[in-house]
């Protein structure tokens, strides 16, 4: 049952039960609609306890359905028949009551909460905005100015803030529903206050919304439901809740059916599998609270600053003084960054450093119940630590290496007790991006696997499982992503076209741009590399670039020219000569051609590591380039991205 419904005297208790987030799927819609207009015509009801089973009150519309046509009944019209009701609705709320959910709980016309309830209206991390009603009658609840910041910028108030902002009503204890029916036998009998979509409007002071337009569009970055919302939203105050409740609802139904609100869909369903593919889901993971980290460099730091931000103490290891004190240095301008980005409450500041542990030498490592490698990319010094660690860490003890190219298996070889080992692949930096690719060897016990995606859930990012092949999926997708960008410049197209097109589609920088950041010689001595082992690499474009001495912004021009103390890349007539007998003659390509080429051979590349078994499904390959590569999340990855247009 979707729906349960209790009487208690003369109060009905309806309790949403939909697991697992009690969505408002279309039954739901269906039985809530039947049960107002039942009670309305019961004489022994006189007022209904709306509440949600489990931990939570309701998140919102099933977004699993917004991939098929709208079915009646429609959220808005249960809504206003809810409101239109002649006996007293109060929504008990625990947990979350989100979108569609808090939408439900404004039809109501009382809310009472728990202090820990959270209300949100998050329609905007998918592409669309409130579609039943939100833009309207949450300011006329809550007042424009808070209303603002919950519609179209992602605030959430819990249950304290929600009584001061009037959402609720009063606060209950548990258990909710008896405190429930009690505040409603308290309003039994009593003249309805107003609805809230009935409620008198205030309008702002005039400067609210243009500050309001000016500070949303700006975070909101490109996307186009935020600043929508907040269309809606000013509509409806200016020119009546009725008017407000049809643009509201036409635009939710438009950006409903777009290729981003499709994008933000599928990526939210990705993430959330991510973290539990089917294969874990039986298994405990391991218990970790101490974890090495060897290499202070910038990957080490930002692995322990990851973890300390966790809550997990940390052993950072080094060779020696001076190498310990740059460490400490680092991971003190990394806990600055990380206070001030709101990763690290002020209650936890001091136990951070507190969690903080470095040391000299190996010993340490005794004391962990993880380590993780991230010296140099080199695979004798990485095999020399994983030496070092066998000999004085516990037999329990989970190695990982953090390496982005080297064969783990290779890494591992001789380690005793190699069922203990798999690679945890950080994407730099370690801190602040998402993606941890988790690369199991065929010894890899499954409860170590499990652990790696258990650390990744702790630290807040989104774990991908990779096989082992070069580079992993990201990398290896990275380099056939340049490969193909050389070749777009080798048949004649601009190099700053192929960026241009690439910054409109949505990544922060193309290519070339990235790797003048990145610095050209790491890609430049992998090629050289494979080529002593005598592998059949003919020259790309990027290796005269390093040949000539340029290495990118490190030495003042790679792609592009860089003035001093400036990263803004300038067209490079020197790089032009340079690469010249690699390039054809001058052609002009259109952005959109290109972004359709880079594409195609990202999604190519995808293909084959599908086809090797590398990845275990088309959505991870999407997770991995929208959290480590900086994909633009509006188009989903390369993979939705080719399955949208038929190419691959
Ligand atoms: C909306 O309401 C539009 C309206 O304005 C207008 C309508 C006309 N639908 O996150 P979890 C699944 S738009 C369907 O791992 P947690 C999720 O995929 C909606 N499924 O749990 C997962 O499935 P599985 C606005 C949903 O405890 C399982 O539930 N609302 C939905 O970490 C558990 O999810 C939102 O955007 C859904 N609405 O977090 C809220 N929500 O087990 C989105 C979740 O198969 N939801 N699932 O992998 C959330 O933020 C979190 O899920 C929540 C629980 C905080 C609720």
Known sequence: MTVNVEIDGEIAIVTIENPPVNAVSGAVRERLLALAVAFDDDPNVRA?????????FVAGADIAEFDRPPEPPFLPDVIARIEASAKPWIAAIRGAALGGGLELALGCRFRVATASARFALPEINLGIIPGAGGTQRLPRVVGVTEAIRIVAENHSPDGVEALRLGLVYTLVDEPL??????????????????????????????????????????????????????????HGIEH??????????????????????????????????????????????????TVGVVGGGTMGSGIAAALLNAGLSVVLIEQDEAAVLRARSTLASLFESSRRRGLISDDDAAGWMARLETAIGYGAAGRCDMVIEAVFEDLAVKRSVFAELGRVCRPDTILATNTSYIDPRLIADGLPGQERFLGLHFFSPAQVMKLLEIVPTPETAPDVLATGYDLACRLGKIPVRSGICDGFIGNRILRRYRAEAETLVRGGVGIAAVDAAMRAFGFAMGPFEMQDMAGLDIAFLYREAARSRGEPLPDMPGDLLVRAGRKGQKTGGGWYDYAAGDRRPRPSADAERVIAPLVGAKTEMAGEAIVSRL????????????????????????????????????????????????KT
């Not at 709306?50 to 939570?56: D, E, R």
């Not at 206050?193 to 309008?203: D, F, L, V």
């Not at 009725?242 to 993430?271: C, D, I, K, N, P």
Request: aromatic letters at 4%.
């Open 48 to 56: 209904v306890v709306l509440t949600g089973a489990g931990k939570l």
């Open 177 to 234: 529903v008896p405190a429930a029916v009690a505040f409603a036998r308290s309003v039994v009998g009593q003249a309805l206050p107003p609805s809230s979509i009935q409620r008198a409007a205030s309008m702002p002071p005039p400067d609210v919304w243009a500050e309001a337009e000016a500070r949303v569009t700006a975070g909101a970055r490109g996307a186009a439901a935020p600043p929508q919302a907040l269309q809606a939203l000013k």
């Open 240 to 289: 009546g809740a009725e008017a407000g409740l049809a643009l509201e609802r036409s635009t939710f139904l438009a950006l409903r059916a777009t290729e981003e609100a499709a994008a933000l869909r599928h990526l939210f369903f990705a993430e959330r599998a991510a973290l539990r593919p089917a294969d874990m889901r039986a298994l405990n993971p391991l218990p970790i609270e």
């Open 599 to 646: 594409m195609a051979s990202m999604a190519e590349e995808g293909h084959a590591i599908l086809a090797e078994g590398i990845a275990l499904g088309a959505a991870d390959i999407d997770l991995v380039e929208v959290h480590g590569y900086g994909f633009p999340r509006k188009c989903g990855g390369p993979m939705f991205q080719a399955g949208r247009t038929g």
